[in-house]
């Protein structure tokens, strides 16, 4: 568990921008972890389009919950506070 984290971490120290394939292998490993991590695109509303939460299957965390425009941000700020969890 501990190595998944850290190839996290490795990623996010990077400052590119994180590739599609990036955040679904980040969203796989996740899931390995026996985390819930959700991405959603909400066309409807004007702001605000995307929302990313990261939960814990397990109750061990506190839900992590950002919305923004910019996909490539809120994935970077949910994953640096779950890599803290």
Known sequence: MEQTKE???AL???PDVLTN??????????????????????????????????SSSKGSFDSIRFDGDDLNV???KALNEYVET
């Open 74 to 76: 809120i994935v970077r």
């Open 21 to 54: 394939d990036q955040i679904m292998d980040v969203f796989f490993k996740i899931g390995r972890l026996g985390d819930i991590f959700i991405l959603k695109n909400d066309g409807a509303r004007e702001n605000y389009v995307y929302t990313v939460v990261i």
């Open 7 to 9: 190839e996290i971490i």
């Open 12 to 14: 996010l120290k990077n």
